[in-house]
C-alpha cells in the first residue's frame, strides 16, 4: 500500500486493525467485499478505490512461502492433503484461476463456506464432519498459535509454521514423515 498508493504502512495497518471483527465477517461470508472495503476507506483521505484494493489484496494472496509448496508435494499422494483457509469467494475465485498449485489439495475448506474462521470454537468440529475425517489421524499445520491451539481442542495434532525448513524439520522428527 505504502509503495502503490502512498499510503502509510503503520496506517493502514491500525486502519485494518480497528476495523478486525468486520474483517473476520467478511472472512465468515457475513459481508461483501465491497461493503469491507468502503468500511476500510470510510473518512479516510486515502487516494486509493475499492478495485485498488481488491487488486492488490488479490496480488497480495498469491505469493507463495518459498519452499512450501515442494514440501506439500511430496507428501501429495502418501496423505490426504486438505486446504483450509480464512478467505472470501473472490479471493479463492482468484487464486484457482492464477495459482495452479492449489489444485494440489484433495479438498479445499474456505471459511466463507463454513461460516466460521479458523480462531472460531466451532471451525475445527465442522472440518472434521465436512472432510469426514477423525481428528487423532490429522496434522494442521498453520502461521498462527491460536489456530493451533483450537484444533488441538478438539484433538488434532499441530505444527506451527515458521518456515519452510522448520515444518520439514517438525515433519520428520516430531512425525516421521519423510520429505524429499
Known sequence: MEE???????????R????????????RGNLTE???WEELLEDMNWNITIEDLKRTSREYLNQPVEGTMEIVKSLKGKYQLILLTDHVKGWMEYLEEQNQDIKIFDKII????LGNV???????????EKAKILAEE?????DHEINIKRAKEVGIHGIVFKSA???KKDLEEKYSILIN
Open 165 to 167: 525448513k522448520q515444518l
Open 16 to 27: 485494518k486493525r480497528r476495523k478486525n471483527e468486520r474483517f473476520l465477517d467478511l472472512m
Open 4 to 14: 502503490k498508493y502512498s499510503i502509510p504502512a503503520e496506517e493502514f495497518l491500525n
Open 34 to 36: 465491497e461493503q469491507y
Open 138 to 142: 490429522t496434522l494442521f499445520i498453520d
Open 110 to 113: 474456505v471459511s466463507y463456506e
Open 118 to 128: 479458523k480462531p472460531d470454537k466451532e471451525t475445527f468440529p465442522k472440518v472434521l
